[in-house]
């Protein structure tokens, strides 16, 4: 198979009590898992695609052939997209960011609280499924907000970090309260996974 399935770097229960362990056993075993099974079924019918790393291939959707290019787009995404997620998440995590990342958080949104706002924002505001983002721009950082699987790497831009605000990410616990999960997320991010994704090249 040309991409395979990650396995969580932490037990399903590790981030209870914002994101309780059947939400992680079933968000990554069944839907990280038919992302990754599609995407490998679509790089099937041209094997050449396997060659190349998923962010290659995002960054580029108009070089995949027509016929799995939506394929790809959603579930080269769901893939992607949902390896960064686990990564970017730890047990005892949340508080600031330090260092570099924190002084380019306050160059461009003036604070953390600021950008906490604001990243919020994107979050609820993001109407059916989908992602909001921090991600590099140029010299600096922005936020944007992706629908269904979509990646900011289409955009030519670099995620640094994300939240999915699909349903399916926080239902069985906040059912339809959203911005509880989106204000409880903090209390799991891991600062610094997310300022190294934001130091690398």
Known sequence: MAFELPKLPYAVDALEPYIDAQTMTIHHDKHHAAYVSNLNGAIEKHPELGKKSLEALLGDLNAIPEDVRMVVRNHGGGTWNHSMFWEIMAPKAGGAPKGELAKAIDKVFNSFDNFKAEFEKAANGRFGSGWAWLVKKGSG???????????????????????????????????????????NWWNTVNWDAIAARFAAK
């Open 141 to 183: 950082l922005a936020i944007v907000s992706t629908p269904n699987q979509d990646n900011p790497l289409s955009d030519g831009l670099t995620p640094v970090m994300g939240i999915d605000v699909w349903e399916h990410a926080y239902y069985l616990k906040y059912q339809n309260r959203r911005a509880e999960y989106v204000t």
